[in-house]
Antibody, heavy 121, light 105 residues
C-alpha cells in the first residue's frame, strides 16, 4: 500500500524557518515526480513546489520562490521542504503528493495526511 | 487560472450534479478532479478530463477539453458531501480551481 507521511510542522515565528519531511513507503520514490501542496484550513488547495524523480529539476509557486527549497533523498525514500523567511500567509496544512507516473503533467494519485504549519508571534 | 462554478451547492440525494471548471487558456485534456471530504486528504476521482480512477463509483464522470470541463455526479448519494477541486498540470505553475462545496440536504 502506498503511504506518504508528513512531519515537521509546528508553530514558528514570522521570519523563522522550518523543515518538512515526507516519508514514502509501499513504492519506490525515485520513480515519481513529487509535489508539496498546501491548504489554509477551510480554504482551497495551492500548489507550492515540485521536484522531478532524480531531484535535478525543481519548480516553485511565485509566492514561495526564493524562500522555500524542495529536495529529496531517494535512498531514504524521503521528500523535504525547507521553508525560510516564513510569513503569516504561509500558515496552512502542507501535503506531500505523488504525481502519477511520467512527468509533472499528470494527476496526483496519492496524498499524505498533511502537517500543519502555523506562522505566528 | 481555473474557475469553478458553483462555489457551493445544496442538493438532495438522487439528484444529478454538474460542476464546471473553466481554464483561462487551453489546457487540452490535462485536467483532473479530486474529492475532499471533511478532515481528509484529497482523493483523485478523474484524470485527464474523463478517465475514471479504479474504485471510483460509476456515478462520477468527467468530460471536456480545451478550456471547459465538467464533473457530473449522477444520482447523488449522502456520502458525496465534500469539496470538489479541478487541477490542471498542462503547464507550470500547477493550479487548482477554488473548489466547489456540495452539501446534501
Amino acid at each position: 500500500e502506498v503511504q506518504l507521511v508528513e512531519s515537521g510542522g509546528g508553530l514558528v515565528q514570522p521570519g523563522g524557518s522550518l523543515r518538512l519531511f515526507c516519508a514514502g513507503s509501499g513504492f519506490t520514490l525515485s520513480s515519481y515526480w513529487m509535489y508539496w501542496v498546501r491548504q489554509v484550513p477551510g480554504k482551497g488547495l495551492e500548489w507550492v513546489s515540485g521536484v522531478n524523480s532524480d531531484g535535478s529539476s525543481t519548480t516553485y509557486a511565485e509566492s514561495v520562490k526564493g524562500r522555500f527549497t524542495i529536495s529529496r533523498d531517494n535512498a531514504k525514500n524521503t521528500l523535504y521542504l525547507q521553508m525560510n523567511s516564513l510569513r503569516a500567509e504561509d500558515t496552512a496544512v502542507y501535503y506531500c503528493a505523488r504525481v502519477l507516473a511520467g512527468g509533472y503533467d499528470s494527476a496526483i494519485d496519492s496524498w499524505g495526511q498533511g502537517t500543519l504549519v502555523t506562522v505566528s508571534s | 487560472v481555473l474557475t469553478q462554478s458553483p462555489d457551493f451547492q445544496s442538493v438532495t440525494p438522487n439528484e444529478k450534479v454538474t460542476i464546471t471548471c473553466r481554464a483561462s487558456e487551453s489546457i487540452g485534456g490535462v485536467l483532473h478532479w479530486y474529492q475532499q471530504k471533511s478532515g481528509q486528504s484529497p482523493k483523485l476521482l478523474i484524470k485527464f478530463a474523463s478517465q475514471s480512477m479504479p474504485g471510483v463509483p460509476s456515478r462520477f464522470s468527467g468530460s471536456g477539453s480545451g478550456t471547459d470541463f465538467t464533473l457530473t455526479i449522477n444520482s447523488l448519494e449522502a456520502e458525496d458531501a465534500a469539496a470538489y477541486y479541478c487541477h490542471q498540470s498542462r503547464s507550470l505553475p500547477i493550479t487548482f480551481g477554488q473548489g466547489t462545496r456540495l452539501e446534501i440536504k
